[in-house]
């Protein structure tokens, strides 16, 4: 499976450090040891449906434990009927690289 996350702390991050929140959240993910890509407005993250669903909601409780006024998460989820029918992030954007 993929998804896609956004985290939209408020505020991002602190005055030191305007994105500090969000660059939590990113850490969570580089932790997994899943494979991922960072986007500008999203990370996307590759892996077994039983490690990225318990994934999601540890990046979302990262951005609310580090001192984030709140959090809305936007979570987009492609999955197949089977890791056969996965889809794969090369798959969908290798044309475009």
Known sequence: ??????????????DD????????AIAEIQDSGLRYEVGALGTT???D?????????RVHETCVRSAALSV???IKVAQ?????????IDDLVSTFR
């Open 1 to 14: 499976m993929i998804v896609e996350i956004q985290c939209l702390p408020t505020p991002p991050g602190t």
């Open 17 to 24: 450090e305007p994105y500090a929140h969000v660059e939590r």
């Open 45 to 47: 993250v590759e892996g």
């Open 49 to 57: 449906p039983d490690v990225v669903w318990p994934l999601l909601r």
């Open 72 to 74: 809305v998460t936007i």
């Open 80 to 88: 197949g009927s089977g890791a056969a029918h996965d889809p794969h």
